[in-house]
């Protein structure tokens, strides 16, 4: 499986192309729309996604409901680009009209600069405009596809937010996965603790206030694993650091960690390493200090993915820069932005999650149908159990 994305924060919408799905998947398209609204909603937002209303079309590659095991594609239509046609437009423009809204003060944070002199942009929308987080829709879509087919095999995947701001949620022990599910999807913040939810909403108001913006720290968990998906034989071919690298691309993301994470750095091995033990379902680890990973392979334990958020660097109260025409120095260029995205990004990190699962589980039981996996699948999942 892979998958390949197109399309401007601005321009027309955004086209999503996934190769390599079997056949025979039976697709919820209305679930697939579910993740994209709760990627829009969340305390902190903007005014953008008051504009939006997310959507997919679906192109090609589903037929009556069920995938064909061709491509498919996916349309999801920007709603703002009403307000953007000639600044957007294809055709060519007169370099003197203003109607191009030409941005010549980098944001420090983005990708503004750096993308400017790599493509020799003198026009910096031709950066930020690809390079918005705008384009994680088209993930989240990808990723709610992704979740579907995993279901087939017993794998659900979800997340929360951990941290808003330096405000952290506990967890109690009392804490199953269902309830845990329950709350994240009732609090507006994603976070499983109450009491942490109200004071991350007052920090959120303050930062707004302020024209400042906060970071935060998310976890998805992957319930349901099989044992032994992806190898220690090469680098690239460890299941943790593909989900690493696709956590990484995931915009504002900074750092990513598995179990325990960097927490490991301060107690000994004997506090770490998981307990092997065996049973009537096989073999089990009696901890999950590791996340669900040894040697690059899950080890059937749940996956534990923790990845931290930076701060939006899109702010209202805007940091010095300098012009790339004049090089004066000037305070950076605003655009629309949030005070906090880290709900959504929790949203944005399960999708990259499931669709890194989804890929790995073809790439070991086959890419032709939905039956065909499930059957071996199965078969595994009992050859590993006596083993």
Not at 56 to 82: L, M, Q, Y
Request: hydrophobic letters at 40%.
């Amino acid at each position: 499986m892979r998958y390949l994305t197109a399309g401007e924060s601005h321009g027309p919408g955004l086209t999503v192309i996934v190769e390599g799905v079997p056949a025979g998947l039976d697709v919820d398209i209305d679930a697939i729309n579910q993740e994209l609204k709760k990627r829009q909603s969340g305390y902190g937002r903007g005014r953008r996604m008051q504009i939006e209303s997310d959507r997919v079309e679906v192109k090609a590659g589903i037929r009556h409901g069920r995938t064909t095991g061709a491509p498919i594609s996916f349309w999801i239509e920007n709603k703002d680009h009403t307000h953007w046609r000639n600044v957007m437009q294809a055709e060519p423009i007169a370099d003197d009209l203003e109607v191009k809204r030409r941005v010549v003060r980098p944001r420090p944070g983005h990708a503004d600069l750096v993308g400017g002199l790599k493509y020799d942009h003198r026009d910096l929308r031709d950066v930020l405009e690809r390079s918005s987080a705008r384009e994680t829709a088209a993930r989240v879509a990808v990723g709610a596809l992704s979740k579907q087919l995993l279901a087939t095999v017993g794998m659900t995947v979800f997340s929360y937010v951990n941290v808003i701001g330096g405000v952290e949620a506990e967890a109690t022990e009392a804490d199953s996965k269902q309830s845990l599910m329950a709350a994240v999807e009732a609090s507006p913040v994603r976070t499983f603790d109450a009491d942490a939810a109200e004071r991350m909403m007052r920090l959120i108001d303050e930062a707004k206030a302020a024209g400042d913006s906060l970071g935060g720290v998310v976890t998805t968990e992957v319930h349901g694993v099989i044992p032994g998906l992806g190898s220690y034989v090469q680098y690239d071919r460890k299941l943790d650091a593909k989900i690493a690298q696709a956590v990484m691309s995931v915009n504002a993301i900074k750092g990513v960690a598995f179990g325990d994470g960097f927490g490991m750095a301060y107690r000994p091995g004997s506090e770490v390493m998981d307990p092997i033990a065996y049973g009537d379902t096989g073999y089990t680890r009696l901890s999950n200090h590791l996340g669900g990973f040894e040697g690059g392979m899950t080890t059937g334990m749940p996956i534990i993915c923790t990845a931290v958020m930076k701060p939006i660097p899109t702010l209202y109260k805007p940091l010095p820069s300098v012009d790339i025409e004049t090089k004066e120095a000037f305070l950076a260029q605003i655009e629309r932005s949030d005070a906090c995205a880290v709900p959504a990004a929790s949203l944005v990190v399960e999708a990259v999650v499931a669709f890194e699962l989804a890929r790995e589980l073809c790439e070991t039981f086959g890419h032709d149908t939905v039956g065909r996996i499930q059957g071996r699948v199965a078969a595994y999942r009992e050859e590993v159990r006596t083993w």
